[in-house]
């Protein structure tokens, strides 16, 4: 099943993981992944089940349980299942804290959510995504000056991330440092070029320091490389931007554009 689905063979997989947790239900773990990818997340609950009852102090089980009953809207189950794989695990409990820490993020208890990613860092300070999570949880509650430090962070451990760059550049959008924000989206799409979000967000930082041409370019770059299905989005971002330099003629061309699109 697992080589199946390394090859992208789902419905091969799956049959082969069905097979496997007809003799036995310990297995069941890997067949519940490809019905929670699937959406049906009461069949995953249901193999879920199975697979604790056979094996009741496997972790990453009450975890995928949490992540299934969490989709499922089962909040205070997903809650315990959680919290009980945290206590069951014996090895990597950063990840559990992390994931219990994703679960709280969910539900906007961006307090909690900061309790256990903290928790996730202090055992395993060597994973940038875990300071990134701390550093989203930090800004929803508006404490901007621990945001940066967490994605200072995230972006030691790994410089070249886009995400990463990306995310300075916002927060610093967000509170008005345009300059800083155009430095950090300038890295942004020079790491992934081909990202039509990154493109944008150079082209609003450029527009906030009133260079508009460099501005009609980026969303030019942004409007190239999205797909045609969602290129209203950028193109209505051009329209906006020959309308507030007073040029309406243009400005309803690109508004059109994106009509047509919708």
């Known amino acids: 099943g697992l080589a199946y689905e390394k090859l992208g063979k789902k419905s091969k997989a799956k049959e082969a993981y ?10 069941s773990k890997n067949l519940a992944k490809v019905y929670l990818d699937q ?3 009461e069949k995953a609950i249901e193999l879920l089940q199975q697979a604790i009852k056979a094996d009741p102090d496997k972790a990453i089980n009450y975890d995928q349980l949490g992540l299934a009953y969490e989709k499922s809207g089962q909040l205070k189950a997903a809650e315990k299942a959680y919290k009980t794989a945290l206590e069951k695990a014996t090895k990597q409990k950063d990840i ?16 909690q959510a900061v309790t256990y990613y903290q928790k996730a860092i202090d055992l395993d300070p060597s994973h940038a995504v875990y300071f990134d999570n701390i550093g989203l949880a930090y800004e929803k509650m508006q404490q901007f000056s621990e945001a940066e430090k967490a994605y200072q962070q995230a972006l030691a451990l790994q410089p070249n991330k886009a995400l990463y760059l990306n995310r300075m550049g916002t927060l610093y959008y967000r509170n008005g440092d345009y300059e800083k924000a155009f430095n950090y989206y ?23 320091l009133k260079r508009f041409d460099e501005a ?13 299905s969602s290129r209203d989005i950028y193109y209505n971002r051009m329209g906006i931007l020959y309308y507030n330099q007073y040029k309406d003629k243009e400005a309803i061309d690109y508004y059109n554009r994106a009509i047509a699109i919708k």
Not at 221 to 228: F, Q
């Open 39 to 41: 959406g049906n997340y």
């Open 216 to 228: 009609k370019l980026a969303y030019q770059k942004a409007i190239n490389n999205a797909p045609e």
């Open 186 to 208: 300038q890295q942004t799409v020079e790491k992934q070029p081909n990202d039509p979000i990154g493109w944008e967000n150079l082209g609003l930082a450029n527009e906030k």
């Open 96 to 111: 559990y804290y992390n994931n219990l820490g994703l679960y709280y993020y969910n539900q906007a208890d961006h307090q």
């Open 18 to 27: 069905e097979t496997a947790s007809e003799s036995d239900p310990g297995s």
